[in-house]
């Protein structure tokens, strides 16, 4: 069987991304926040601060100090997630940080803190693309000085078939060359990619080729964040 | 909470007026109810209060029977206060009012016996359903104790009995068109005593000014289950008037319920 020839599950082409939706300051005790849902994927993200940090000596005198949270809501999954931190919701959580941290004027907010909390409603693949997405709008909406939003988006390799934004069911192919899956956060204005994680197996040249698709994901989630604050300013 | 704001609201209160908005001593704030957020759960809700926000979800399981109800099945309601929904709010292990607020819906639904527990027995002894109800905070505005306890039984509500396979086990991510058995709609309803006044669903600052705080869980005719907070204390007319109170309360919340599929 070919995934080249037989197409994917959803009838998506290679470089198509799943339908996209994103709205924000949607909680009203949340200095920012916001919801993206992306296929069957919801995350709810929320900023508290820049406020004092706690406890004290985790200070930091020349920057800011981001926390993020990742949270899987225990029935997001088919299979009950048990509550509370796991060990990789605490690793998303400092991949997060790591993808959004690059975007912030983290030195304009020395010695104070903003902690990102991130709830994922509902889980069908790419929730920590979701989270990263969210968690970007939501310190946007916060009024936290930015260099650029954080698109996120996961590129991989079905069987043969190089595509973007995997869901749960392509995630589980195990036929021919299996499914290798590449959660990417990419800074268009800085050109930098700030999350790159891969799981599965994958030659070089298709590496590359998968990296630069995300990119170009990327960019079109980008497009989207930015339009969904224009649209919010507008109607004001 | 500075002093200033709280003595306007004991003001406000000794004048039978309420904090931000015009309704009375007795009245709750608007309620709507949102089921299916999502679809990975057997069943699940979004309830506002105002502005307090909370999701329930439900997922079920096969276990085995404790030995003193060997045709009964299980249900375990729990929730924490999650950091998102409030600034005060911090990481870590839940603390006495995270444990307290859970332990109260949890007892409202399940000494209720709002689901009908012989029903989830399989085979007496051996295998019966377990029902887990997890509830999540996004916004606190006051008055959780209800909203959780609403979020939780409106996703029970709307929850379908997992597929079986043909030895028995639960097939993951299939429904069959079964609810789950109900017997009962407890509702919780929650007043606080400012000063000598007392009034319905407090919003935040409201809870921090009342010196103590009655929730009673009722379903139709009787009442299933009693909570009393704060370090203040209630006289026998006070507890008696708010039992009343609570049924008329529970018949409109109960309207609301009923609108969700």
């Known amino acids: 069987m070919s995934y080249k020839k037989t197409g994917r599950f959803d009838g998506r082409k290679a470089d198509e991304l799943r339908p996209v939706e994103m709205s924000v300051g949607i909680l009203p005790n949340c200095t920012g926040s916001a919801r993206v849902q992306v296929g069957k994927t919801v995350a709810i993200a929320g900023v508290y601060g820049p406020r004092k940090v706690r406890p004290k000596h985790a200070e930091l005198k020349d920057k800011l100090l981001i926390r993020c949270y990742y949270d899987l809501v225990s029935f997001s999954v088919t299979d009950r997630a048990r509550p509370g931190p796991s060990r990789r919701s605490i690793e998303l959580g400092l991949v997060i940080k790591n993808a959004i941290e690059r975007s912030i004027f983290v030195e304009k907010y020395p010695m104070s803190m903003i902690e990102v909390f991130v709830e994922i409603v509902q889980a069908d693949a790419g929730s920590r693309c979701a989270a990263i997405i969210a968690a970007s709008l939501a310190v946007a909406d916060a009024g936290i000085e930015m260099r650029d939003f954080v698109p996120a988006v996961a590129c991989g390799k079905i069987d043969d078939l190089i595509c973007l934004d995997l869901t749960k069911q392509e995630e589980d192919v195990h036929d021919g060359e299996g499914a290798t899956d590449i959660p990417i956060a990419y800074i268009p204005s800085e050109k930098e990619i700030t999350l790159l994680q891969l799981d599965g197996k994958i030659s070089e040249k298709d590496l590359m080729e998968a990296i630069k698709l995300g990119i170009k994901g990327c960019e079109e989630i980008h497009k989207m964040m930015k339009d969904v604050f224009k649209k919010r300013y507008e109607t004001k | ?261």
């Open chain 2, 1 to 261: 909470m500075s002093q200033d704001v709280k003595n306007y609201i004991i003001e406000l209160a000794k004048k039978n007026k309420r904090n931000t908005d015009n309704r009375g001593l007795e009245e709750f704030r608007n309620v709507i109810i949102e089921s299916g957020v999502s679809k990975n759960a057997e069943g699940s809700a979004k309830v506002s209060i105002g502005d307090t926000i909370v999701m329930a979800g439900v997922k079920m399981s096969i276990g085995t029977p404790y030995p003193d109800t060997p045709n009964k099945g299980n249900l375990i309601c729990s929730g924490e206060l999650s950091p998102i929904s409030d600034p005060d709010f911090e990481p870590g292990p839940p603390r006495e009012d995270a444990i307290e607020l859970s332990r109260v819906v949890d007892r409202g639904i399940r000494e209720s016996e709002a689901v009908d527990f012989e029903k989830l027995c399989i085979v007496e002894g051996e295998k019966v359903w377990n029902i887990f109800v997890d509830f999540y905070i996004l916004n606190n505005a006051g008055n959780l104790i209800d909203a959780c306890g609403l979020a939780s039984i409106a996703a029970l509500k709307t929850a379908r009995m997992p597929k079986l396979d043909e030895e028995g086990n639960v097939v993951l991510g299939e429904w069959t068109d079964e609810k789950v058995p109900f017997k009962r709609v407890p509702i919780p309803i929650t007043f606080v005593k400012i000063e000598d006044k007392i009034m319905v669903d407090p919003d935040n600052e409201e809870e921090k000014c009342a010196s103590a705080r009655l929730t009673v869980t009722c379903s139709d005719k009787e009442i299933n289950a009693l909570q009393k907070g704060g370090e203040g204390g209630f006289t026998l007319e006070e507890v008696g008037n708010c039992l009343t109170k609570s049924f008329k309360i529970r018949e409109k919340i109960v309207e609301v319920i009923k609108g969700i599929k």
